[in-house]
């Protein structure tokens, strides 16, 4: 999976869902694997780093990947451990979807 909007937005939508800390920076423009859905439906994503974060499944897009092709465009924003997801590299965007999720800090900038 990936993040694909502005970080402003992401900090927004991350208030209530494990919100943003300023190691999350990694994950922007960074593709995850989903590894499990918590109690409350967030979303907790691995990073090559080794390093787990958990989000607001909104804030999610999940990425193609080869194989088998699906005949629903709603199975692109179902999110599955084993999904692999990218944060969005757009700062601003981010900024915006934080507010309310746990809202944006300076150090979040990567």
């Not at 084993?82 to 979040?108: F, P, S, T, Y």
Request: hydrophobic residues 35%.
């Amino acid at each position: 999976v990936n993040v694909d909007l502005e970080l402003e937005i992401v900090q927004s939508l991350q208030h209530g869902h494990g919100s943003w800390t300023d190691g999350m920076f990694e994950c922007l423009g960074t593709t995850g694997i989903v590894v499990s859905i918590d109690e409350d439906h967030d979303i907790v994503v691995s990073y090559p780093s080794g390093n787990r974060w958990t989000f607001n499944p909104a804030v999610l897009s999940k990425v193609q990947t080869p194989g088998p092709a699906t005949n629903t465009t709603a199975d692109n924003q179902t999110f599955a451990v084993g999904d692999l997801v990218q944060i969005c590299n757009d700062l601003e965007k981010i900024k915006l979807l934080q507010r309310g999720h746990g809202e944006w800090a300076e150090a979040m900038v990567p």
